[in-house]
């Protein structure tokens, strides 16, 4: 078990930002707060209409480490993850709305970025990502990738600005056993340290991190000096580079110079997920009618219930005879197989809608 958590994060502007004197739009910001340690980054989006997005950005990582700070044992605990990915975001949206208005903007997507998040409290660690950029996990045994880029085949990424962001966000619950450091980079960063064909992230993550075994303070000058010469300063075409770490202090360090540098690529095919998703569509739709034919039937053939007999009513003499709550359905712990299999094949209409939007 670590003895600590050091947290730090630097972000440095791009050498094609400054050339076209446009202002950061990375932001970064690491936080420790009741027994919590978070460290969030974000990048806000290129183009024309992402005006604001250095605003969407810094607000962006600021809000979630401040809710992972006050909430994080109600959401971790809570199993249902879609409603913890739909709660961040309307989270998000509530203090974009104050920027819209403040800064009298037309629309949501001005202020348009990525995110990515680790926070860690005891041994239980929650990781979010959503667009590109890389979060790895640096253990004793090496380095690797713990959440990667979100990208499509043309490059683009997603925002969390998007009105389906909370379904491509990822949110991993897991523990900090056997982990030494956790690193994150938006992609100004990771460009130049992951092999994405070959899953391999490069050893010089693991020395960028060792430098908080000094301090926060230490570490981040480090990284500073380190994205300056080595990331930023190597191309006149660089972009904005954020890079965050969480160390666990009193943890073994990998031997980064017996780490690997370099790995064959992954196999390639022609297969993708639209085309295994939508070979089921029409046995997914025949599912459907077999689904709902048998719930109709199963209603048809339902006997009517019948009524309670009366009990016989008793003469009272000098009172007025006592009133009986109405009848009500009863709701008892059987199975209502019409119901279900109504439910049911709701279900499976529903995947065949989704899958019918999305692809």
């Known amino acids: ?20 004197q446009v202002p950061c739009e990375d932001a970064s910001f690491a936080l420790q707060k009741n027994g919590v340690s978070v460290v969030c980054i974000a990048d806000g989006a290129g183009g024309k209409k992402y005006t604001h997005a250095r605003f969407g950005s ?24 879609a409603a913890v990915r739909s709660y961040l975001m309307a989270k998000l949206r509530i203090e974009f709305a104050d920027i819209i208005a403040e800064k009298e903007l037309d629309t949501l997507d001005q202020l348009s970025c990525t995110l990515l998040f680790v926070a860690v409290k005891d041994r239980r660690m929650i990781i979010g990502h959503l667009g590109d950029g890389l979060v790895v996990r640096i253990s004793p045994s090496g380095l690797s990738p713990f959440s990667m880029p979100q990208n499509e085949k043309d490059g683009t990424t997603f925002f969390i600005t998007a009105g389906h962001a909370a379904d491509y966000m990822r949110f991993i619950k897991t523990t900090v056993d056997d982990c030494h450091a956790i690193a994150l ?16 992230v490069k050893p010089v993550v693991a020395k960028m991190a ?15 000096d380190i994205l300056e010469k080595y990331i930023v300063g190597s191309s006149n075409v660089s972009d904005d580079s954020s890079f965050g770490v969480l160390l666990f202090e009193g ?40 689904i709902s034919s048998a719930a109709s039937k199963a209603e048809e053939n339902k006997e009517p219930e ?24 009863k709701q008892s712990g059987k199975l209502n197989l019409p119901a279900l299999l ?4 709701c279900a499976v209409e529903l995947v065949i809608i989704a899958l019918l939007l999305i692809f």
Do not use: W
């Open 185 to 200: 980079m938006t992609d100004g960063v990771q460009d130049n340290v992951y092999d994405e064909d070959a899953g391999l």
């Open 306 to 329: 019948k009524e309670p007999e009366k009990e016989p009513e008793k003469e009272n003499e000098g009172t007025a005879p006592e009133e009986k709550p109405a009848a009500t359905e």
């Open 1 to 20: 078990m670590y003895s600590g958590i050091t947290v730090g994060c630097v972000t440095i502007i791009g050498q094609k930002h400054i050339s076209r």
């Open 251 to 290: 943890t073994k360090a990998p031997d980064a110079n017996a780490l690997e540098s370099s790995a064959d690529k992954f196999g390639t095919s022609d297969e993708n997920f639209k085309t295994v998703a939508m070979s089921i569509k029409e046995d997914l739709m025949k599912a459907s009618e077999i």
């Open 210 to 224: 060792e430098t908080f075994a000094d301090g926060r303070e230490k570490g981040e000058a480090a990284i500073k």
């Open 342 to 345: 109504l439910g049911i094949a």
């Open 58 to 81: 810094a607000c962006a990582v600021k809000t979630i480490a401040e809710i992972l700070t006050e909430h994080f044992d109600a959401l971790y605990s809570e199993n249902r993850e």
